[in-house]
């Protein structure tokens, strides 16, 4: 029984209870001490008013303190000015200055600068003008590597601010492995609560390092793009905590993001953006979260319930907050007493004090030159480190450079450049779109989200495979057929000694794929050209999951994702050898639709009305969690991903901290047993005990090792209960906290979620 103690102290400081006690007195002495500085300073001038002059307040570094100096400055009419952003109308610029998503102008006399956002997360979305195009945040997923998903927040976060703006609307933390033809996949860091947390988080931390607020969306359980608006998502509050509200809160813990951003779709009957369980409780309550919470575009539903509810900032234009499609502004609701005055001032606190702390006061965003050759360099890094290669048989890759005779590249206009993701998080590539193609949106999408995809267009990056080919295999004749023709297309695969098909399938923001499968003819197109040359080479320039029934025809795949402004040059090193693959798949690929918990979309069945999306079929088993508890076998399983080198993972040795509940160290030796160099993933997953009702395994650590050929090395991954990714906990529903269960817990090492093996079990409690 003592280490049942140990966890019921754990359960009291993780649910937050004493956490948020400790801020609440720490809020009342600064409150009170703002309090008596400011009646001194009123003493001393003898004045009724404070008057402080502009710029004065204190250059405390203490956020809270710094906004509330400013709070004290305000009139109410500056305060409501700070809660929602503003219509593109004159007297105010068209559109926003610097090509803002949405802007909140700034109040000149009291020095608060306009905010100005930035869409993401794939880099500078929506038009803002040319930027890096990074590969997608999936492909940087893909590298299971921190430091790179560090150097991608950095791009963004640079950039950002060298067009003048302080606000980044990235962070797609959504959990879309619950529906995997979610036409939003490419945005997210993938399926698994922990990886895609620890991931984004770093993309977070990396933007706010350079003064520019960074923001977590859309929260929460938005996991569908059809019917967004409409979706009500049915869970009971366990599978969230340990699911979709778990990414958010990993993510959160690990980078003090500064804005959330709720979504359009409502949970358990009650919109996003007005859930005061959700923001409230959870969110600021239970997380501690101290940013502000941002509407998503037209998230926002009242003005009055929605900012009691926890509602910070309405994006779009005042609609609600100003009063334009309610009878009650919330200037309205002060007036009457509905919304507090304190509220008020809490509402416009979040959002100074995260200004304070990400540095947009002190470092002002100034407009200047992107440095686009740098960044196009780590764009190309992260994707040679993010490239998972699925299948290469008789080693047939990498081809080499001086041998290669006849390539044949094949399709999804390789001789122009590499498709990127559509929506919201599109990106204007550095020197423009190769291609321009109309959307592809499925048939009938009905409005509003079919709006934000008949919007778009499918953009192709400027860096086209067939010149980057070309420049390596310089002794061989590379021809390219564009695919439309299957014959003309077999006709030249026939003729060459190897051929590359490219096939891409464009998502985007506003809807869902309609299947698995690549769209326009291209599984026929694969087809066809490996029936003609048994040494096909398949490249997908895809958002997510697909199936491949022509897989077991051709020798190699290669998963490059969206890859972003130098995809063509980075698919070619690695097709090449230059670069070793090492990405491994942050999602599932299924076998088919039927594998998954809702083999058909749900979707509304007028353009008005909420429908239900149940997701108590799976509750908190999304992705390989689901794949495992069915005893389903998906087409290549979470965490896999091949080399062009071979590895072992030996010696597995687990050592349970003194107070086993605590946590556990494991070891092991990782070897590169192949001839080339190369990197390994090696994931550690934890089986809780029976009698919970827990998925058989859950991702708790990593390590990616890159090592010599032959070389090995010893690596410890340690698993602490205090992880805010709860590693050992499951959520008690009714006690309402993270609790540890006694048993035996399962520690599993491997190089993906269907490749693992024991390295022992330790137990907790009596
Ligand atoms: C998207 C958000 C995006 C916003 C920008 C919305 O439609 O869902 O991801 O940040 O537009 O205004």
Redesign the pocket.
């Known amino acids: 029984m003592p280490e049942l103690h140990e966890v019921e102290t754990i359960v009291l400081s993780e649910k937050g209870l004493v956490k948020p006690m400790q801020l609440c007195i720490k809020l009342i002495i600064t409150r009170v001490l703002t309090v008596i500085i400011i009646g001194f300073v009123v003493a001393l001038t003898g004045c009724n008013t404070i008057i402080l002059s502009k710029g004065s307040y204190s250059p405390s570094t203490d956020p809270d303190q710094r906004a509330d100096q400013l709070i004290a400055q305000m009139t109410n009419a500056d305060k409501l000015q700070l809660v929602h952003g503003n219509l593109p109308l004159p007297p105010y610029p068209v559109p926003p200055p610097h090509g803002a998503?949405?802007w909140v102008p700034g109040i000149p006399a009291l020095d608060i600068p306009d905010q100005l956002s930035a869409?993401?997360p794939a880099g500078l979305g929506?038009n803002v003008g040319q930027a890096t195009a990074l590969p997608s945040p999936l492909a940087n997923a893909a590298s299971w590597d921190l430091s790179e998903a560090n150097k991608y927040g950095q791009v963004i976060g640079l950039e950002t601010s060298a067009f003048g703006l302080n606000i980044s609307?990235g962070g797609?933390v959504n959990l879309i492995g619950r529906e995997p033809r979610d036409g939003r996949t490419f945005e997210t860091c993938g399926e698994d609560p922990y990886l895609s947390g620890m991931m984004t988080a770093q993309h977070l931390k990396a933007i706010q390092n350079q003064y520019v607020i960074a923001g977590m969306?859309?929260f929460v359980l938005n996991d569908q793009e059809t019917g967004r608006t409409q979706a009500n998502a049915v869970i009971d509050e366990r599978s969230a905590r340990e699911s979709d509200l778990l990414a958010f809160e990993v993510t959160l813990a690990n980078s003090n993001a500064q804005m959330t951003?709720c979504a359009?779709n409502l949970v358990n009957g009650i919109d996003n953006c007005q859930n005061d369980h959700l923001l409230n409780e959870v969110l600021k309550g239970d997380w501690g979260f101290k940013g502000f919470v941002l509407s998503?575009?037209y998230a926002t539903e009242s003005s009055v319930p929605a900012a009691l509810a926890g509602l910070d900032q309405e994006?779009s234009y005042g609609y609600f907050f100003d009063g334009i499609w309610t009878p009650e502004s919330l200037a309205d609701a002060l007036a009457n007493g509905d919304l507090p005055e304190s509220r008020l001032d809490n509402m416009v606190h979040r959002i100074l004090r995260a200004m304070f702390a990400a540095g947009v006061f002190d470092h002002p965003a100034t407009v200047h030159p992107i440095d686009a050759a740098g960044d196009a360099a780590i764009a190309q890094e992260i994707e040679e480190q993010g490239a998972v290669l699925l299948k290469n048989a008789g080693g047939q890759l990498p081809l080499n450079p001086t041998t290669a005779q006849s390539i044949a590249v094949i399709g999804s206009h390789a001789d122009v450049g590499v498709l990127s993701g559509g929506g919201?998080a599109q990106v204007t590539p550095v020197g423009g779109a190769a291609l321009t193609l109309p959307s592809d949106c499925p048939p009938n999408l009905p409005p509003p989200g079919g709006a934000?995809c008949t919007n778009a267009s499918q953009i192709y990056d400027p860096s086209p495979p067939l010149a980057a080919i070309k420049a390596i295999a310089h002794n061989a004749t590379v021809t390219y057929d564009d695919g439309t023709n299957l014959a003309s297309a077999a006709g030249l695969a026939a003729s060459s000694s190897v051929a590359i098909v490219f096939i891409s399938d464009w998502e985007s923001?506003g809807m869902d794929r309609a299947n698995l499968n690549f769209p326009n003819d291209q599984d026929a197109l694969v087809a066809a050209v490996a029936a003609a040359n048994s040494h096909t080479i398949v490249v997908m320039e895809n958002g997510g999951a697909h199936v491949m029934p022509w897989l077991s025809s051709v020798n190699a795949v290669l998963e490059a994702w969206y890859p972003g402004q130098k995809g063509g040059t980075a698919i070619a090193n690695l097709l090449f050898g230059s670069v070793n693959p090492s990405g491994k798949l942050p999602i599932t690929f299924p076998a088919s639709v039927s594998q998954l918990p809702r083999p058909v979309i749900p979707a509304p069945s007028s353009a008005t009305g909420t429908f239900d999306v149940d997701y108590t079929i799976e509750g908190f088993n999304v992705g390989y969690k689901w794949f495992e508890a069915q005893k389903l076998h998906p087409l290549f399983a979470f965490g896999f991903g091949l080399s062009y080198t071979s590895f072992s993972i030996s010696n597995l040795q687990l050592t349970p901290q003194s107070t086993p509940s605590n946590g556990f160290q494991v070891s092991f030796q990782v070897k590169n047993t192949g001839t080339v160099a190369g990197a390994e993933v090696a994931q550690v997953y934890l089986g809780l005990p029976d009698g919970i009702a827990e998925p058989p395994m859950r991702l708790v650590g990593w390590s990616k090792v890159p090592l010599q050929p032959g070389a090995q090395q010893l690596v410890t991954v340690t698993v602490n209960v205090s992880d805010p990714s709860h590693p050992l906990s499951y959520w008690e529903t009714s006690t309402s906290a993270w609790t540890i269960a006694p048993g035996d817990y399962t520690v599993f090492v491997g190089n993906s979620s269907d490749n693992v093996v024991s390295a022992g079990t330790f137990h907790v409690g009596p």
């Open positions: 998503v949405y869409d993401g929506d609307l797609n969306k859309h951003m359009y998503d575009d994006q919201s934000a923001e």
